[in-house]
């Protein structure tokens, strides 16, 4: 009997508790924070700006007061990215049927169901011109790089990666990453395609020299100076003929070993340990 008093309060309790749940689920505001793979939870200490799917990277101009954000589909500009009230918009702009650009809200269904832009794309890393005016947009699997002018927005020109460089013929270039010299004089454009990064001459917008950079290459950094460049891969598979093999007769003077060693250090220490000697072999 006792078991039957209590059975409608439960069922209501655990109604109440679901309709609670989907209340808190369903909302369009901004979300509050994240939590991270391992469990932590995290909050914004500034303004939290929503923009599309996968940023891959960020580039601010000069003068602080935009931000690009490369993403899928396009990328998305933010406007005085430091104010409690940056104004985010997407490039291209999305235009309504009397003309006006419409600006991307914080309502997610306007982001995603906008029609992407064929002529604009887009992939992991951006580049302003040191002064600001120039924004250059490796596009990807098109293999090249377009060049906007960054206060209208509008194309003013494009460096393609595919064609003769160093008397090699490059095809099926995958423009991902561009870097500026400090001096804006020279981009260097990660081709992933080919695995090489390109140097290209602004002055005269030709390429001038293609440098190998090893397997599945990623990302690149240039030092303050402009006189290293550093690109992760996935290693060099970069092999030499040794001395004295001849392919003819790989039996009797190839190897006989497998071709890798390790350094080995042996310590000693002397009978009175006054002494400490290292060797390697």
């Not at 002494?275 to 390697?280: D, E, F, L, N």
Request: glycine share 8%.
């Amino acid at each position: 009997m006792i078991r039957k008093k209590y059975t409608a309060p439960l069922v209501s309790l655990c109604i109440a508790v679901s309709l609670c749940a989907g209340q808190a689920q369903v909302t369009s505001d901004p979300p509050k924070g994240a939590i991270l793979p391992n469990g932590r939870a995290i909050d914004p200490v500034g303004t939290w700006t929503p923009i599309a799917p996968m940023p891959f990277a960020l580039a601010v101009s000069p003068d602080g007061k935009h931000l690009v954000a490369p993403s899928i589909g396009w990328p998305y500009i933010i406007d005085n990215p430091g104010s409690s009230s940056p104004r985010y918009r997407r490039f291209p702009e999305i235009k309504a049927e009397n003309g006006s650009t419409i600006l991307p809200s914080n309502d997610p269904h306007l982001r995603v169901s906008s029609t992407n832009d064929p002529n604009t794309q887009v992939h992991m890393g951006v580049a302003y011109s040191p002064h600001g005016s120039l924004l250059y947009d490796p596009t990807g699997d098109s293999g090249a790089v377009d060049i906007y002018d960054s206060k209208t927005w509008q194309h003013v020109g494009r460096i393609e990666l595919d064609g003769k460089l160093n008397g090699k013929t490059y095809k099926e270039s995958y423009a991902a990453v561009a870097l500026l010299s400090p001096d804006g004089k020279t981009l260097y454009v990660l081709d992933q395609g080919n695995w090489r990064v390109v140097i290209v001459d602004l002055g005269t917008k030709q390429l001038i020299a293609g440098l190998p950079t090893g397997s599945n290459p990623l990302a690149m950094a240039l030092s303050p100076d402009g006189s290293r460049l550093y690109v992760t891969n996935s290693g060099l598979f970069e092999y030499q003929m040794v001395p004295g093999v001849k392919l003819a007769d790989p039996l009797h003077t190839g190897l006989h070993f497998a071709p890798f060693g390790y350094i080995f250090y042996r310590s000693f220490v002397s009978a009175t340990a006054s002494r400490r000697a290292t060797t390697r072999s």
